[in-house]
C-alpha cells in the first residue's frame, strides 16, 4: 500500500522555521518525484517545492525560493522541507505528494498519484 505520511509542522512565530517530514513507503523510491504543496484557507492548492529522486534536482516557487529547502534521505524513505524566515503568508496546509516536478511546480495537483493527509503551518506576525 502506497502512503506518505507528513509530520512536523505546528504553530511559529514570523521569521522562525520548521522542518516538515514525508516518510513514504508501499513504493521504490526512484519511481516518483515527490512534491511539496500548500493549500491557505479560501486558496487554490500551489506547489511550493519537488524533488526528482532520480538525481536530486530541487525546484521551488518564486514565493519560497531562498527560504525553503528540500531534501531527501534515501535511506529513510523520507523527503524534508526545511522552512525559514517564514511569513504570515505561509501559513497553510502542507501536503506531501507523488508524481512528478512539471505537474507539481504547475501546481497541477490533479497530476499528481498519491498524498499525505497534510500538516497545518500557522506563521503568527
Known amino acids: 500500500e502506497v502512503q506518505l505520511v507528513e509530520s512536523g509542522g505546528g504553530l511559529v512565530q514570523a521569521g522562525g522555521s520548521l522542518r516538515l517530514a514525508c516518510a513514504l513507503s508501499?513504493?521504490?523510491?526512484?519511481?516518483?518525484?515527490i512534491g511539496w504543496f500548500r493549500q491557505a484557507p479560501g486558496k487554490e492548492r500551489e506547489g511550493v517545492s519537488c524533488?526528482?529522486?532520480?538525481?536530486?534536482?530541487?525546484y521551488y516557487a518564486a514565493s519560497v525560493k531562498g527560504r525553503f529547502a528540500i531534501s531527501s534521505d534515501n535511506v529513510k524513505n523520507t523527503v524534508y522541507l526545511q522552512m525559514g524566515s517564514l511569513k504570515p503568508e505561509d501559513t497553510a496546509v502542507y501536503y506531501c505528494?507523488?508524481?512528478?516536478?512539471?505537474?507539481?511546480?504547475?501546481?497541477?495537483?490533479?497530476?499528481?498519484?498519491?498524498w499525505g493527509k497534510g500538516k497545518l503551518v500557522t506563521v503568527s506576525s
Open positions: 524533488i526528482t529522486t532520480h538525481d536530486g534536482s530541487t
Open positions: 508501499g513504493f521504490t523510491f526512484d519511481d516518483y518525484d
Open positions: 505528494a507523488a508524481g512528478s516536478c512539471i505537474a507539481t511546480m504547475t501546481s497541477d495537483y490533479i497530476g499528481m498519484d498519491y
